[in-house]
C-alpha cells in the first residue's frame, strides 16, 4: 500500500518539511498555513452537541422543518445548523448567536463547473453565512483532471478567507479509492479549507470510521474532520469521535444525543 | 376538484381571455407570449430519437461516461446531451451540430437561494449551452412563498430569452400536490420559460402518464412537456408521447429506441 507521504510527493513535489502534522510530511504550501492556529480536534468531555451540525437538506423540506431544526439546534446548543441556501435568510433570524448558520454548494452531486461553483460561493457568502460545507469537484477527480479539483476548492476557500467563513470540504468518500481520499485531503488543505467532510448523505453510502482515521491522518490535527452520512445514534457518532472525527452531521439530534 | 381555470383565477386575478390556449384560460401575462409561435407538440412519424435528450447527470459520472453517451447521442441524432455542467466543455467539442447541449442548475434539490440560481445560470449561460434545465424552487413553493418560486424562474428566464437558451423548468412532481404541479406549470409558463419538466431523477419518483397529462392540459400547445425519471424502455416513452410529451430524458436511449 503506497503511503500517504509518496502519494504527496507525487503530486506535490518539494522537500520544505511539513509544519502542521499531516501524514503528507511534505509542506503542501497551503492558501493558508495553519501551523500556527490551535488543534482542531474534539476535546474529551465536551458536549456532544457542541460538535453536531444540525442538518436538514432533503428535498422536500419546508420552512416548518427549518423551524424545528433550528429550535433542536438553540435548545441543545449545536455547532451549527447547516440547510440548503433558500433557507439561510429563515435561519439567520431564528438561531440564537452561539449556533452558526451553514449551508451547501455545489451539492450534492459535485459536478458543477468552476465558474458556477464560484458564483454560487458568491451569493451564499453574500447571505451571511458562518459556514460553508462545499461538494468538492468530483467529477474533475475522478476524471483524473486534480488540477481543475483543486481550482475549484481555490476559487471558494478565498471568498471564505476574505470573510471569514469556515470552509468545509465534502469528499463523498463512497465514489473514491484510498488514493483519491487521500489526494482530496491534500487538496483541501492546500487550497485553504478548513475542515475535510466525508458525505453528502444522497450518495451510495456515508461516514466510516476507516475513512475518518484515514483523513484525520492526511490531514493533521490543524484541520478539522467532520463526519456526516447515516450518523443516526450515539454509538455511531462516538465512533466517529474515537477514530479523529472533531464535528458530526445528523438530521436526527435529538435521536443523537 | 378544483379546476385549472379557478386555480389560475385564484393565483392570478384577470379576466383578459388566454389567447395561447392553456387550459388555464385566463390570460397570464407571460414573460413571453408564445401564442404566435408553432407548437410544441410531438408529430406523430417523427423519430422518438429526435425528441430524446440523452442525460447523464450522476455523482460519479466521469469523462468517459459523458463521451460514450455523446458517441451515443450522435450516432442517433438525440435533440440533446444533459449533463452537470462540469462536462458542459466536454460534450460542446464531441456533439455533432444537430445535437444540442444542455446542462441542469439548481439541480437536484430545489432548494438554493434565487441568487444563487441566477449566478450559476449566468455561469452556464457563458459557458455556450443551448438548453437549461433548472429545478424549479420547490422549497419556496412547499412552503407558501409561490411568489418567490416566480421570482426563481424569472431571474433564470430572463438570462435564457437573451441569450437564445431553450428553458425547461424542472417541477419535481414527486413531492407536489395536484393543485401545486398546475401552480408550478403556470409560473414556469408566466415567467417565460420553454418546457415544463416532470423529474430530476433523484426525487423519490420519477414521471407518470397521468402528470403528462395534467401539465399539458395546463400549459397548452404553445409549451413543451418533457417526460424525465425511471423512463427506461420504449413502452414507457410511448406512454408518455401519448400522454403529452413532446421530449423524453432518457439514461438507457439505446435500450429506449
Redesign the interface.
Known amino acids: 500500500m503506497t503511503s500517504i507521504q509518496e502519494i504527496a510527493s507525487k503530486y506535490f513535489p518539494g522537500t520544505e518539511p511539513c509544519r502542521c502534522g499531516g501524514a503528507h510530511s511534505i509542506c503542501l504550501n497551503c492558501a493558508k498555513c495553519r501551523a500556527d492556529e490551535p488543534d482542531e480536534l474534539y476535546t474529551p468531555g465536551d458536549p456532544i452537541a457542541s460538535i453536531i451540525d444540525a442538518t436538514v437538506?432533503?428535498?422536500?423540506?419546508?420552512?416548518?422543518d427549518i423551524r424545528a431544526l433550528c429550535a433542536t439546534a438553540n435548545e441543545h446548543d449545536t455547532a451549527s445548523v447547516c440547510v440548503?441556501?433558500?433557507?439561510?435568510p429563515l435561519v439567520k433570524k431564528l438561531l440564537t448567536d452561539s449556533v452558526k448558520s451553514c449551508t451547501v454548494?455545489n451539492?450534492?452531486?459535485?459536478?458543477?463547473?468552476?465558474?458556477?461553483v464560484?458564483?454560487?460561493a458568491?451569493?451564499?457568502i453574500?447571505?451571511g453565512i458562518d459556514e460553508l460545507d462545499m461538494v468538492q469537484?468530483?467529477?474533475?477527480l475522478?476524471?483524473?483532471d486534480w488540477q481543475m479539483a483543486l481550482e475549484t476548492i481555490k476559487s471558494v476557500a478565498i471568498q471564505c478567507l476574505e470573510n471569514s467563513v469556515l470552509l468545509k470540504v465534502i469528499l463523498?468518500t463512497c465514489?473514491l479509492s484510498r488514493e483519491q481520499i487521500i489526494l482530496s485531503c491534500l487538496l483541501a488543505k492546500k487550497a485553504g479549507a478548513k475542515f475535510v467532510k466525508t458525505s453528502t448523505g444522497?450518495?451510495s453510502a456515508g461516514a466510516t470510521a476507516e475513512n475518518i482515521a484515514l483523513m484525520r491522518e492526511v490531514v493533521g490535527p490543524k484541520l478539522g474532520v467532520k463526519a456526516s452520512g447515516g450518523i443516526r445514534d450515539k454509538a455511531s457518532a462516538l465512533s466517529m469521535i474515537d477514530a479523529g472525527a472533531n464535528r458530526i452531521g445528523a438530521s436526527s439530534v435529538t435521536a443523537l444525543l
Request: glycine fraction near 6%.
Open positions: 437538506l432533503k428535498a422536500d423540506a419546508t420552512d416548518d440548503n441556501s433558500h433557507f439561510v454548494i451539492f450534492p452531486l459535485g459536478a458543477n463547473s468552476r465558474k458556477a464560484k458564483k454560487e458568491k451569493a451564499v453574500e447571505a469537484n468530483i467529477a474533475a475522478r476524471s483524473g463523498e465514489y444522497f450518495g
